[in-house]
């Protein structure tokens, strides 16, 4: 009998019940799930359970964080639930229905460059050891390779990894499309092997190449040039995608008993001479424009401005997904500069959000629940693995997350300004010196303690004020009086059309008809859910309730039109502050009803002791508690 029996039952229930999975799987520390109507969801109740560490969605998948023990509580969810885990791959693929389709190119970039990640890391940590051995005098004005005949056969021998890393990339590009897209991956293999054939003038020699000197192709008709594509990313992912769509057209019209003979000789060929005739040279057109477009924008007299809105909305775009386009303009920047100043004000984000989760645990040092999240979640933003301290901890609470924001630009705009380089995609986090040039190593331990010591403070001086303000409504709330949070006609939860209320499965409460556009809090505390569409809120109360207002019926299909929020997920609201407005009118007029019920979704119960009469907003009276 598994420890989370009872967490896999509420979990089911709050997830909207089997009938809402379209499928499941997890992760290292999470549960993913996709769910038919994402909106069924009670993050409340989810994040409230014991086994939970916080929620979030990207993708299109609803992800609940457990923890190291993930296995054991997936094996006991989908054995309760009766229900099939399904691989990663699937869950990705039934989450595109939820995904829009920015969201689905962003993915499948990442797809494309999530098997490449490892190798690029690998060389340039070698290309890091190699600058250390051979590149740094420090033996009286000789490198360490000069010193020693051993060393100095290190220093070659790495760069045969080396070279094989970053020259020989679009063999691993091509394979990693065809593999994403379901062809021969043997196919993509030649393909890209035929981009980097030692037949063809290396890539990285061009420049230094008169165009007399350049070898061609001479078919009489036609010249085509001998150019390879060595480092090249985006030439490659053109001419991959030139090869999936061709073979995936020869095997839908290809007869089953010639396909093996036709299929690939009618998808390698064409697909070689458009690699080498069109896209390459479009692909390395376009490569070398956002390349340049961003070196120079970087190494421009206002390098610091886009350093300093880069580290600030990196985060934010993490979350988004959008995040995955920087390892293609790395990689190209490491191809044509033999470094990239991107991807050390990515390392140094990842620092920046670790130190608000840092000073977060120190804000909660007494909360043993929020320690569980915090502690984890900040060892893995500091090594690289931004998520859970995003999602988790900097996300729910806000300020966290905009204090992170300010020391990750203030780091980048250092990082930047000093021309920190690192020699290619690196590990993120504290470890990320390592990828770092070593000339440049002084400047980005500079730019490490700014992304420490700014967010770290912020969060701090931001966090203690939050907290003393809830500490002194908590202690005045203990006399709070339910304030009705509408003005309308009151009525039992049973009486609401909608079952998911009028069941009593999310908790006892009521509802009211409204008559009037503003909406309150009806007891001082957190908001814990703010629903993007902006008709419906959560509050953990400072008596200790939890409280969900639900504003109209099917409100949802309106998109946040007519409604005009004025909190966010983390704020603390005083009984009395206006949540939302509302635009009744609008609302009537899109086919909506008014009825919104409110719900005590932590199991209080409750006596209406007024039924089917007009309350006004903050009205005290309006029930009692049992």
Same mark, same amino acid.
């Given at each position: 009998?598994?420890?989370?029996?009872?967490?896999?039952?509420?979990?089911? +229930?709050?997830?909207?019940?089997?009938?809402?999975?379209?499928?499941?799987?997890?992760?290292?520390?999470?549960?993913?799930?996709?769910?038919?109507?994402?909106?069924?969801?009670?993050?409340?109740?989810?994040?409230?359970?014991?086994?939970?560490?916080?929620?979030?969605?990207?993708?299109?998948?609803? &992800?609940?964080?457990?923890?190291?023990?993930?296995?054991?509580?997936?094996?006991?969810?989908?054995?309760?639930?009766?229900?099939?885990?399904?691989?990663?791959?699937?869950?990705?693929?039934?989450?595109?229905? $939820?995904?829009?389709?920015?969201?689905?190119?962003?993915?499948?970039?990442? /797809? @494309?460059?999530?098997?490449?990640? %490892?190798?690029?890391?690998?060389?340039?940590?070698?290309?890091?050891?190699?600058?250390?051995?051979?590149?740094?005098?420090?033996?009286?004005?000789?490198?360490?390779?000069?010193?020693?005949?051993?060393?100095?056969?290190?220093?070659?021998?790495?760069?045969?990894?080396?070279?094989?890393?970053?020259?020989?990339?679009?063999?691993?590009?091509?394979?990693?499309?065809?593999?994403?897209?379901?062809?021969?991956?043997?196919?993509?293999?030649?393909?890209?092997?035929?981009?980097?054939?030692?037949?063809?003038?290396?890539?990285?020699?061009?420049?230094?190449?008169?165009?007399?000197?350049?070898?061609?192709?001479?078919?009489?008709?036609?010249?085509?040039?001998?150019?390879?594509?060595?480092?090249?990313?985006?030439?490659? #992912?053109?001419?991959?995608?030139?090869?999936?769509?061709?073979?995936?057209?020869?095997?839908?019209?290809?007869?089953?008993?010639?396909?093996?003979?036709?299929?690939?000789?009618?998808?390698?060929? %064409?697909?070689?001479?458009?690699?080498?005739?069109?896209?390459?040279?479009?692909?390395?057109?376009?490569? $070398?424009?956002?390349?340049?477009?961003?070196?120079?924008?970087?190494?421009?007299?206002?390098?610091?401005?886009?350093?300093?809105?880069?580290?600030?909305?990196?985060?934010?775009?993490?979350?988004?997904?959008?995040?995955?386009? +920087?390892?293609?303009?790395?990689?190209?920047?490491?191809?044509?500069?033999?470094?990239?100043?991107?991807?050390? #004000?990515?390392?140094?984000?990842?620092?920046?959000?670790?130190?608000?989760?840092?000073?977060?645990?120190?804000?909660?040092?007494?909360?043993?629940?929020?320690?569980?999240?915090?502690?984890?979640? #900040?060892?893995?933003?500091?090594?690289?693995?931004?998520? %859970?301290?995003?999602?988790?901890?900097?996300?729910?609470?806000?300020?966290?997350?905009?204090?992170?924001?300010?020391?990750?630009?203030?780091?980048?705009?250092?990082?930047?300004?000093?021309?920190? &380089?690192?020699?290619?995609?690196?590990?993120?986090?504290?470890?990320?010196?390592?990828?770092?040039?070593?000339?440049?190593?002084?400047?980005?331990?500079?730019?490490?303690?700014?992304?420490?010591?700014? %967010?770290?403070?912020?969060?701090?001086?931001?966090?203690?004020?939050?907290?003393?303000?809830?500490?002194?409504?908590?202690?005045?709330?203990?006399?709070?009086?339910?304030?009705?949070?509408?003005?309308?006609?009151?009525?039992?939860?049973?009486?609401?059309?909608?079952?998911?209320?009028?069941?009593?499965?999310?908790?006892?409460?009521?509802?009211?008809?409204?008559?009037?556009?503003?909406?309150?809090?009806?007891?001082?505390? /957190?908001?814990?859910?703010?629903?993007?569409?902006?008709?419906?809120?959560?509050?953990?109360?400072?008596?200790?309730?939890?409280?969900?207002?639900?504003?109209?019926?099917?409100?949802?299909?309106? &998109?946040?039109?007519?409604?005009?929020?004025?909190?966010?997920?983390?704020?603390?609201?005083?009984?009395?502050?206006? @949540?939302?407005?509302?635009?009744?009118?609008?609302?009537?007029?899109?086919?909506?009803?008014?009825?919104?019920?409110?719900?005590?979704?932590?199991?209080?119960?409750?006596?209406?002791?007024?039924?089917?009469?007009?309350?006004?907003?903050?009205?005290?009276?309006?029930?009692?508690?049992?």
């Amino acid at each position: 009998m598994s420890k989370f029996n009872e967490d896999v039952k509420l979990l089911l +229930t709050y997830v909207g019940g089997k009938e809402n999975i379209k499928a499941v799987s997890h992760c290292v520390t999470r549960m993913r799930f996709v769910l038919a109507d994402p909106n069924k969801a009670d993050i409340a109740k989810i994040e409230a359970l014991p086994c939970t560490k916080g929620t979030f969605t990207q993708s299109g998948q609803f &992800q609940v964080i457990i923890g190291n023990e993930v296995s054991e509580f997936y094996n006991a969810f989908t054995a309760y639930a009766g229900i099939e885990g399904v691989s990663k791959d699937a869950v990705k693929d039934s989450a595109k229905s $939820n995904q829009t389709v920015l969201q689905r190119i962003m993915g499948a970039l990442g /797809e @494309i460059f999530a098997p490449l990640i %490892p190798a690029l890391i690998c060389g340039g940590l070698i290309l890091g050891f190699r600058n250390i051995i051979g590149e740094i005098a420090m033996f009286d004005g000789k490198t360490l390779a000069e010193t020693a005949t051993f060393w100095q056969g290190v220093y070659n021998f790495l760069w045969l990894i080396g070279e094989a890393v970053f020259h020989m990339l679009p063999v691993g590009i091509v394979w990693s499309i065809t593999k994403k897209m379901g062809t021969t991956q043997m196919l993509g293999i030649v393909l890209g092997l035929t981009l980097v054939s030692p037949q063809l003038l290396n890539g990285f020699q061009v420049a230094n190449t008169a165009a007399k000197d350049i070898p061609i192709w001479d078919f009489g008709f036609a010249q085509v040039q001998m150019i390879g594509y060595q480092g090249q990313v985006i030439a490659a #992912m053109m001419a991959g995608f030139v090869l999936v769509y061709l073979e995936k057209f020869f095997r839908k019209h290809c007869p089953a008993v010639i396909s093996m003979i036709v299929v690939p000789f009618c998808s390698l060929i %064409p697909a070689v001479v458009i690699a080498h005739t069109i896209v390459g040279p479009i692909g390395w057109t376009i490569g $070398n424009g956002i390349a340049d477009i961003v070196y120079t924008g970087l190494t421009s007299s206002f390098g610091v401005v886009f350093a300093a809105l880069f580290g600030l909305i990196y985060a934010p775009i993490v979350m988004t997904g959008l995040h995955h386009m +920087t390892n293609a303009i790395d990689t190209t920047l490491t191809s044509m500069f033999g470094g990239t100043i991107l991807w050390p #004000m990515i390392a140094l984000s990842n620092i920046a959000q670790g130190s608000s989760v840092l000073a977060m645990s120190v804000l909660q040092k007494q909360d043993e629940k929020a320690q569980q999240i915090n502690i984890p979640a #900040m060892i893995s933003c500091y090594l690289g693995v931004t998520e %859970p301290a995003l999602f988790g901890v900097n996300l729910k609470y806000g300020f966290p997350l905009i204090c992170g924001m300010i020391g990750s630009s203030v780091a980048a705009v250092i990082s930047v300004g000093f021309g920190v &380089q690192a020699f290619s995609i690196g590990v993120g986090g504290l470890p990320g010196i390592i990828s770092i040039k070593s000339e440049y190593w002084m400047a980005f331990i500079m730019a490490m303690i700014a992304a420490v010591v700014i %967010p770290f403070l912020l969060t701090l001086v931001v966090g203690k004020k939050k907290l003393h303000q809830k500490e002194q409504h908590v202690q005045s709330g203990e006399a709070e009086v339910f304030l009705s949070p509408m003005s309308g006609t009151c009525m039992e939860i049973n009486e609401v059309a909608d079952q998911g209320f009028a069941s009593g499965a999310m908790g006892e409460g009521f509802a009211i008809d409204l008559i009037d556009g503003k909406v309150v809090a009806p007891f001082s505390g /957190e908001i814990i859910v703010a629903f993007p569409t902006k008709h419906a809120y959560g509050i953990r109360c400072d008596n200790g309730k939890e409280i969900l207002l639900h504003i109209g019926m099917d409100t949802v299909d309106l &998109q946040g039109e007519g409604f005009q929020s004025k909190v966010k997920v983390g704020d603390y609201v005083k009984q009395g502050d206006i @949540i939302v407005e509302v635009d009744l009118d609008y609302v009537k007029k899109q086919g909506k009803s008014l009825i919104s019920p409110v719900v005590f979704t932590d199991g209080t119960k409750i006596k209406m002791l007024k039924q089917h009469e007009i309350v006004q907003l903050k009205e005290a009276g309006l029930l009692a508690f049992i």
